[in-house]
């Protein structure tokens, strides 16, 4: 008997008595007494001064439990079906996904709203506003944002960055505001300086926020948003626009300006010059490269992440028609290219910390500084493909390659592709 | 004195008294010859026998250099003291360095006789050795000692007691010696006035009793006098009630009044300074393996939580007793408390999350305090093996390698996980055990103080002993042969009492095979690889490999039933007989033999729990004495130059100061002038024609054995400065486009394009040269000369001008065997950069294994096709390499940035033509090809 296969199960209590919350998704939530069971056993351990963190099982699956701020309890379950041996790369994933939802609980609630607990009963009710978008999270493994899982905004280069950035610029002020951006198929392509200066987590949560509220199809949208770190208690509105299909523009403001007057005075004005960049943009879709920028062919995918910035940006090459049989699929580049990267930060390379204080120490921690020396890069050769990552002070670079690229020539295309990237976009 | 080569003088003078009339008479120490035991057929050993029939017995003996200053000593002083004390008492014998003495002669020599008697079958020089040595020892002895003056002097000595013990001897106290004799082992016999009036009362120490307290500390030697206990003055009036004070195991000081000669300050000196050396008289290692010393041990990993419990998942509520549900914990102290407070959390996730994720589990994570925990599980029928380790020494990705590892060894040695945990009186063992795994796992470096083995990082220990494999030394070729057919002659059986027609019964055992360790390394094997790998697995544990590193080892018997986990589980038909199996290892100074027997089948079925069989034991003790001729030709080969030719990390990184630069580089030198082979590496050619060449033997242009790096240097300039110039390299980082033009380079020379280099090892057979088959060197090696396969063992493993190879480990699945560079290469190369490379080096191939072992699964999985998406994570890795980068410690000069250093640790799984592994740590200068090393390597070596 197997109650729990395939997709991630979240189940979220209070901490305090065990109140059930809400579980998200599976098809088939686990019953009543196994979630009690979950929560009874880490509720026993806290009792004994021990807090228990995770759990493996055979067959690839994990338990991973997390309180936040003393009142919420999150325990994610994924089921089997994945090797044994992926626990550690299975528990780095189910922490970010933990981290995102609270994230995500606040960013639409408010921390105070739920800390306080006052009434479980219309906690449960508002939280249900929260649905959506922790649903995107957890089917978020599918697809090709890596920031839920890096900590690290996806963005997209634009063909001609300073026109997009002065235009974002203009916009933002002149609606009050001095976090804005250009949000193009879920990635950054434009923003302002202040929204540079937000949390990395806040600003991948405010991405999937934008895409669920452009999936609702409205044209606009003008939506109350805490964000967990800066401003966890104070409400912010994110004004929402849609410039083009696939193409959406957001400030974060105060009470001014309203809604209607933003979208029918300000929009035209500092946008419609601009349809044709648009255009530009949404053509290179999820290359996120300009087409000056010239790569090499054998390049799989790739991901940059500048550490610096905290922005990262990814792209699969692989032709999504008429397949190759020698090389592995897209939608396959895309998870090689996440598990790679899980891979690579658990064992060797720095990970962003988890924004959350609250027993952020995980099993890989101890791993990561038992080397005496500085892991720089590293690669594998696997049945389908090779990876190389390599980390500088400022850049974490993932690349994908076909087995036909010899392994000894791996170092020299990822420093070429590093170093032809930097230079033509300054990245 | 050549008896100094084969006996050995025991640091314990284990005491047979109730044998002779006359008790101080009867003072004897066994193993003056090695081979020697108390009578004619009573082996040494045979009180240590257990009622099951197991047998762990361990004796040391000095090293060498002590035993040449104990003899010195002995000749100087000690006939002044026998003299001088014969006076006063009745019979002191000098005992300080516990020499045979003269009441053992006979019994001396029925042992020769008997020794003789089994050599007679042996070679001749066996023969001889075993003839002549312990005889001129018997002689020696007595006559040659002249005059000198002794003083008396104070001393402390520490000794563990353990009253408790006495209770589980369950042997009735000793009549007349009382607590002292049974708790701390000293034998003191009042001397009695001609009126039967008392003379003395002061302790003077007549003699110790074997395996106690006071004989294993070494220090106390008899002829002292026991003055004070823990400051309290003690007499023989008032002793016993001293030590009836003693409530439970603890540390006591005694103070010793003993004597020191003062006639020849040089003796003195030598004298003293044998003292000071051996102050801590026994190892760490040896008093954790003789089972004292463990609340101590115990006591300094406390603040370090640890457990091992067994629990019942069949919680009868009907009685609702406490902690029933513990079948057995260890440690029953502070660092388990906590852990052992939460069983609650094992017991309901092992119940529930079978049903939730559909998997046993596996590990859990814990947070104590700021201790992060894994706690490893491992369900057996109804009951649950639970192990927690601190995640600072075992990381999570091991954790399940450490628990496999436990499980099987528990399963060697009792069968089953019930029948090691659910019999009481398997207790006390199981906390020996236990005791040994955390203590092993948790301080590895406390148990190898003062060793000569290189101390052992944690990852270090946790990835080698992790291995399914056993370190190996590659012997040349008539040493191997010699050593094979030894140990055939022995697995033969074809010895007058062991064979059938002898006695006319039915052998008692089967010998299915042996296995020979030389200094910790194997050295032969005639063992089925499973049954290689239980056998190594119940040494590991023991430590019995790092114990035979040393130069201590006297005599080491084990015996015991164990449960090969092969024969176990048989393969569907096929039957394996039915019968018992039993191990018996013997170590002798270096060597260790483990011997496989079956009892049943074939031989007669075992009833009970046999003993060991000393004609058994003799037998392998023979062989092992027959082995020691071999012994010059193996050390030859230990202290032989590395091969491959391995480069120290700090030589490629300019030190802070000049003068320690210029001392690296004069060792650089002294090293190459001393060993050949580097010199020859240093200049080896790095076109390709000359490389296809050197696997093969350069003849024409090998070096004699005396040309220097000089000689060489002024061959060619290039090769000369060869590591010179990659020091120089060492400073600046790497520029990736100078890495892509050599890398161009490399491709051109291999003369192979694409993928081949190592997308598989095809490419190196398709080249035009042709190179044969390494792996099947049946026909090659017929046609090697001697003189080419010498040159095989001087080979080179990295390719380009330089050697950059720092640290290797080929290991080969199918025979479970590693090698990597031996001890005694890694302590050669030290630096200060260096052992921090070799331990990264281990820490990293944790990792690198670890994702080697994700494909092992998966390889059932090949045939089915490509790989669903979504399916198994990253699928199977066949090379993983990781590059660091290090800078000097503590770089003084504030205006340069340190230079950097930077190496790559690379693992290559092989699946054909044979399953190995080759893990590979060398300077970055050079793109190396993996695959093509390992290949070079397992040629090289012929493993």
Known sequence: ?427 | MSSGRSTQSPVIGRQQKEESGSENEGRKSDGESSYCSSNDLEPEWLDDIQKNGELFYLELSEGEEDLALTRANAHQQVSTNHVRFSEKEAEILTEQHKKQHSNSRAKGTATLKRLAKILRRKRRSTLRKGKDVPASILKNQSGQRHGGTVQKQLKEVCVYLNPKRLSALSVPLFEDGGLLEALLGVIHRPSWDSDGMRREDRLTIHGLVPNTPAAKCGDILIGDVLVAMDDVDVNSENIERVLSCIPGPTQVRLTLETLVPVDNAGADDAFEARRMKSSPPVSQLVRLLWGEDTAELQMSIEHIPHIVMYLSLKLDSASPQDEEEILYQYPVSEASRQLKGVRGIFLTLCDMLENVTGGQILSSSLLLGKHLVHVGYWKENNNLLVIGLPAERVPLLYLQTVMGDVVRTLKVMYSSLDSAFLEADHTPRLDHFFCLFFQQLIQPSRLREGHPVPPMDTSGTLFLDGLPAVRWLTLPPEIKMEVDTVLSDFESSDFGEMSEDYFGLRRMYVILGSCLFYKSYLIANHLPKEDLLDVSLYCQHYLLLPLSWEQRVGQLVVWREVFPQQRATAAPGFNTPQGRYFLLIVGLRHFMQCVLLEAGGCASPAVGCPGPDSIYVDQVKATLLQLEELEGGIEERLSAPPAPCLSCADWFLPSSSSSSSSSARERLDSLASSSPVLSKLVKSSSSPGYRGRSLFGERSRRPSPQRSLSDSGSEGPEGGVGLGTSRTRGFSPHSSQDSGRRIGARRDSLGSGGSEGSGGSGGLFKSPRKHPNPFHLGTLKKTLTERETDDMYNMKLSSGPDNTLFHFLLMDSVRGVFIAPSHRDVSLLSGSIHPQLITNFHHCCLSIRHAFRQSLPAKGRRGSGRPQSGGWGLGPVKEHGVLFQCTPPNWTDQKKPPPTMTYWVIGRMLLEPIPQEFYVCFHDSVPEVPVEMAFRLSFGLNL
């Open chain 1, 1 to 427: 008997m197997m109650l729990q296969d395939g997709p991630v199960q979240l189940l979220c209590l209070t901490a305090n008595s065990g109140v059930p919350l809400f579980t998200r998704g599976s098809s088939k939530p686990l019953p009543f007494s196994v979630i009690g069971s979950l929560n009874g056993v880490h509720m026993f351990g806290g009792g004994q001064g021990v807090s228990l963190l995770s759990c493996g099982t055979g067959g690839g699956g994990k338990v991973v439990w997390r309180v936040f701020k003393d009142s919420v309890m999150l325990i994610a379950v994924s089921g089997g079906q994945r090797s044994e041996s992926s626990l550690t790369e299975e528990e780095l994933y189910l922490q970010r996904l933990l981290d995102n939802v609270w994230g995500c609980m606040v960013l639409v609630l408010g921390q105070d709203e739920i800390v306080t607990l006052r009434n479980v009963e219309r906690l449960k009710r508002d939280l249900r506003a929260c649905f959506s978008l922790i649903d995107l999270l957890l089917e978020e493994r599918q697809q090709s944002i890596m920031g839920n899982l890096t900590h690290c905004a996806d963005s997209l280069l634009p063909p001609n960055p300073a026109l997009l950035q002065e235009a974002m610029a203009g916009f933002a002020q002149a609606a009050d505001s001095e976090c804005g951006c250009l949000v193009i198929h879920g990635r950054i392509a434009a923003a302002t300086e202040k929204w540079c200066h937000l949390m990395p987590q806040e600003v991948v949560l405010l991405l999937a926020l934008i895409k669920t509220l452009s999936k609702s199809g409205s044209s606009s949208c003008d939506y109350p948003v805490f964000l967990p770190q800066t401003s966890p208690t104070v409400a912010l509105r994110l004004l929402r626009f849609q410039l083009l299909p696939g193409a959406d523009v957001c400030v974060l403001c105060g009470p001014t300006p309203s809604l209607h007057r933003a979208e029918s005075q300000l929009l035209c004005q500092f946008w419609s010059p601009l349809v044709d960049s648009l255009r530009d943009c949404l053509a290179i879709g999820e290359r996120c490269l300009p087409p000056s920028v010239t790569q090499r062919q054998d390049v799989l995918s790739l991901m940059l992440i500048n550490r610096e910035t905290h922005r990262s940006f990814s792209c699969v090459r692989a032709p999504s028609h008429q397949p190759d049989p020698v090389l592995p699929s897209r939608a396959r580049c895309w998870e090689l290219l996440k598990l790679f990267y899980i891979f690579s930060v658990t064992r060797y390379f720095h990970q962003e910390d988890s924004p959350f204080e609250e027993q952020t120490r995980s099993s890989s921690d101890d791993f990561l500084q038992g080397f005496s020396h500085q892991p720089q890069q590293c690669y594998l050769v696997t049945e389908e493909c090779k990876c190389y990552g390599l980390q500088t002070s400022q850049h974490q670079l993932f690349l994908l390659l076909p087995l036909s690229v010899p392994t000894f020539a791996l170092r020299s295309v990822a420093n070429q592709t590093l170093s032809q990237i930097v230079t033509s976009t300054g990245f």
